[in-house]
């Protein structure tokens, strides 16, 4: 099984900035692609940012050039740097782990609330 648990999301200004992390804990695997979505009330879950084991990341356009997603393998930590930050971005954030190898599964975290006021 594989554990995530995400932090640091909080309420921040327009414009702003912000750093989540999430751990993940279990048998994550040598292979395992990483990911952020987001979620806003009355809306579709949405992909915000994915990482590669290698560190390949690749974004959604909505947040291309103001957030950066990176990962720690030594720690099985992945990251998201959020700046320019905007009252559209306000949304639940769920960190993701696709486990490629040895074995698969789909894991997702609890969610962090991210605020941004205008």
């Known amino acids: 099984q594989v554990q995530l648990v995400e932090s640091g999301g909080g309420l921040v200004q327009a414009g702003g900035s912000l750093r989540l992390s999430c751990a993940a804990s279990?048998?994550?695997?040598?292979?395992?692609?990483m990911a952020w979505y987001r979620q806003a009330p009355g809306s579709q879950r949405e992909m915000v940012a994915t990482?590669?084991?290698?560190?390949?990341?690749d974004y959604s356009d909505s947040v291309k050039g103001r957030f950066t997603i990176s990962r720690d393998n030594t720690k099985n930590t992945v990251y998201l740097e959020m700046s320019s930050l905007k009252p559209e971005d306000t949304a639940v954030y769920y960190c993701?782990?696709?486990?490629?190898?040895?074995?698969?599964?789909?894991?997702w975290g609890q969610g962090t609330q991210v605020t941004v006021s205008s």
């Open positions: 993701y782990l696709r486990k490629i190898w040895p074995g698969r599964g789909d894991y």
């Open positions: 279990g048998s994550t695997g040598s292979k395992s692609n």
């Open positions: 990482i590669t084991t290698g560190g390949s990341p």
